[in-house]
Every structure is written in structure tokens, then in C-alpha cells.
């Protein structure tokens, strides 16, 4: 992985952890939706032993509002609501217009106005564009790709596989 996780990730889970996994997701990929519901429980069970990443790779070519869905989780973050925006993007997975994300971001009791103006001004594009580069750079090309402890996860994506290449390292 070319970029070390670091305190500009979102992340859950304890810094010391045994395992640290990251995801590079796109909200739309309807296999990341899965992976967020398997991850949920996993996480859970795993406690401390367990520090979970997300990192946005917004596939816009095939997937149209995975961009501004990666920018109004950013936006939830900047009011300290990131990962509660993260969960409603997953599980409304087929509402992802500008309307639905405003509608989660009143859900969740962002300052609507603030959202609204970093939205239509991208101010968090950037931020999205980093995470997109880092997984270029370190050989993601779909979603979800994950790294254990900074090796990617080579096999082909499943639920169990995922978590026994986890267990393997803890």
C-alpha cells in the first residue's frame, strides 16, 4: 500500500490494533455495500483487535453518484458525523441523488447550509481525488480491494475468504 495509514484516514478502531484493514470502496459498488454489512458485524465481534479504514475510490465511469456521495461523507466528517453518513450511504444505496444526500445530512443534523455550499462548491473533491490516487498508486483498479496490515488482499472477493486472510494475521 503506497500510503501509510495516518491521522488524515477515517478509521475505527484502536491506532495499536493487531490488524488494520482498509477498504478502498465506492458507495454505489453494490459488492462494498456487502462488504459494510459483513465488516459491521466482524468489526464488532473483533473489538480492539481489529482498526477498520475506509478510503473512497468512487468508480464514476459506472457508477454517476459514487463521487458526490464520497464528498458528502467528507462534508458529514468535516460537522464530526462521517461514519454515520458512511453507514446511510451504504444501506440507501439506491438513493444517492443530491436530494437523498441532503435528506441524510438533515437525518443526521449537519448544518444543512454549510452541506449544501461545500457541496456545490466540491470543497472536499480533493480530498476524494487523494484517496483515488493513493489506490491507483498502490494497484486498486475496482472495488472493494483491501489491505491487511498493508498487503493487499489478493483473492478473489468473498465474505469468508476475506475473514480468514484477517484471522490468519491476528
Not at 79 to 97: D, G, P, T, V
Request: glycine share 8%; net charge negative; charged share 20%.
Amino acid at each position: 500500500m503506497s500510503l501509510p495509514v495516518g491521522a488524515r484516514d477515517h478509521g475505527r478502531g484502536p491506532q495499536t490494533a493487531q490488524v488494520t484493514l482498509v477498504e478502498y470502496g465506492d458507495y454505489q459498488c453494490g459488492r462494498c455495500a456487502q462488504a459494510y454489512v459483513l465488516l459491521q458485524d466482524y468489526q464488532q465481534r473483533q473489538g480492539e483487535a481489529l482498526r477498520f479504514v475506509f478510503r473512497h475510490f468512487p468508480q464514476s465511469q459506472i457508477h454517476p453518484q459514487a463521487q458526490n456521495a464520497a464528498e458528502a461523507a467528507e462534508a458529514a466528517g468535516a460537522q464530526n458525523k462521517y461514519w454515520q453518513m458512511h453507514a446511510l450511504l451504504f444501506e440507501r444505496q439506491q438513493a444517492l441523488e443530491n436530494g437523498f444526500l441532503v435528506e441524510y445530512a438533515a437525518a443526521l443534523g449537519l448544518d444543512t447550509t454549510r452541506f449544501l455550499r461545500e457541496m456545490a462548491q466540491h470543497t472536499y473533491a480533493d480530498r476524494v481525488r487523494d484517496d483515488f490516487r493513493s489506490g491507483m498508486q498502490s494497484g486498486v483498479n475496482g472495488t472493494p480491494t483491501f489491505f491487511i496490515n498493508g498487503v493487499r488482499y489478493e483473492e478473489i472477493w468473498s465474505e469468508e475468504g476475506l475473514i480468514a486472510a484477517i484471522e490468519d494475521v491476528a
